[in-house]
């Protein structure tokens, strides 16, 4: 393969060069539109089964997470300079390692997609409407999927500004707990037991659906950089690990991996009135509705990707293109996801499901990006290394159930493609 070559300055701006990013949008809101995916459902939905998972070894498992997540965003964003069309990983795959593993990435793409709308669905859902939580979570995602029809999409600054705001509430409670005297630190040194290493990863697999939100950093819209792509996890990390201890310390590692809605959980242990109980209810559902929008709309986009090239049905890349997603993939997506809602399947699954899908496609990514030459930016060798490991140690030490869910869905995808590669060569043999 050609070596390919770009002049654009990496460290000002990922796609455009100074140029772009001086007519960018201020640092601070570029970080802020990152957080508002990462900083969004995945600290109120994936924090109690972490928790069952690991313990109070959960801050462990956050540093192992944020680390891989780092490495794969690297991964990422260096490619994109040299495929900066959409598809992502499906296009890196196919250009840099072979048609099969762009498919696979496609497919995995799609699927943790989909499980990661109905896991934030549910997130809504539990916190709204807690009596029936499966209807929140369909109606939330029908209202979602009606204002991405129609072309609506926040801006930068409104999501930035939800960010403020469920940051705020986390700090709230956060101080609450350890001001009102709820936090004890007995309660974690009482339970210091180890869980295992695989209990630690598999913890930090389902956290790795946290910190995926990077792609607005990136994306050619802000110009983002590394550097802001860097401060973006830091400060993600921090967030999660001081919610994190702060609800180990209130509810303690038991009682935690049961709840459902721990947040309000330890506002109501700190002997809060039932108003603070629902501004963090009224938080949750806002970070969800934040970051429901632009995962739906990446479920789409998957399957629109895999629809031009004829993986799934093609009339589902057609229609028009509300915020450039053909409207039949849209509404497919949406199905797909109502369906995983519909089926029973429980909040902590769903999650698992997309962290899966997510670790698949960013191993396939990681893996692409070994490919990248000398002249072609390519990142400190480290990185897509470790970041290749780290994506496949990770999905494998998920739950089995979530990876069973998973593999089958993806698996089922693959084995289309490897069945229709056989007759077409087949056929030509003929």
């Known amino acids: 393969m050609p070596q390919m070559r770009h002049t654009h300055d990496v460290g000002t701006s990922l796609f455009s060069g100074p140029a772009a990013a001086q007519r960018g949008l201020h640092g601070i809101r570029i970080v802020g539109a990152g957080l508002s995916a990462m900083v969004g459902a995945g600290v109120f939905a994936v924090v109690a089964p972490a928790a069952r998972a690991t313990g109070v070894w959960l801050p462990l498992a956050l540093l192992i997470a944020a680390t891989v997540a780092y490495c794969s965003a690297v991964s990422e964003t260096r490619l994109s300079l040299h495929h900066p069309g959409r598809g992502g990983a499906y296009v890196y795959g196919q250009r840099r390692l072979g048609e099969g593993w762009g498919v696979l990435a496609g497919w995995a793409s799609a699927v943790g997609a989909v499980a990661a709308c109905s896991a934030v669905a549910l997130t809504f859902g539990v916190h709204v409407w807690p009596s029936h939580p499966r209807a929140g979570a369909l109606a939330v995602l029908a209202a979602v999927a009606v204002l991405a029809w129609s072309g609506l999409r926040p801006s930068p600054r409104t999501a930035a500004a939800a960010c403020a705001v469920v940051v705020a509430i986390l700090a709230g409670v956060v101080v609450l707990a350890w001001g009102g005297g709820a936090a004890d630190t007995a309660r974690i040194a009482a339970a210091l037991r180890w869980h295992g290493l695989a ?232």
């Open 199 to 430: 209990a630690v990863l598999s913890a930090a697999g389902l956290l790795f659906f946290a910190f995926t939100g990077w792609r607005p950093i990136t994306s050619p819209r802000l110009g983002g950089s590394e550097q802001q792509l860097g401060w973006a996890l830091g400060v993600a990390l921090g967030v999660y690990s001081a919610v994190a201890v702060t609800a180990l310390a209130v509810l303690g590692p038991r009682e935690l991996a049961r709840s459902t809605v721990p947040l309000v959980d330890v506002v109501l242990r700190s002997a809060a009135s039932d108003v603070a109980a629902s501004v963090v209810a009224a938080g949750a559902a806002l970070a969800c509705a934040s970051v429901l929008g632009p995962a739906l709309l990446a479920a789409a986009h998957s399957v629109a990707v895999l629809a031009a090239d004829r993986h799934v049905p093609r009339w589902l890349g057609g229609g028009s293109r509300p915020l450039g997603v053909p409207e039949r993939a849209l509404f497919a997506a949406g199905a797909a996801s109502a369906a995983v809602i519909v089926a029973d399947l429980d909040l902590w699954a769903a999650a698992g499901v997309a962290a899966f899908g997510n670790l698949v496609y960013y191993a396939v990514t990681n893996a692409s990006a070994l490919r990248l030459g000398p002249t072609e930016h390519r990142p400190w060798l480290a990185l897509p290394v470790v970041g290749l490991v780290g994506c496949i140690v990770l999905a494998l030490c998920l739950p089995p159930k979530a990876v069973l869910y998973a593999l089958a869905a993806v698996g089922a995808g693959v084995a289309v493609f490897v069945a229709r590669r056989w007759w077409r060569r087949r056929t030509a043999r003929a």
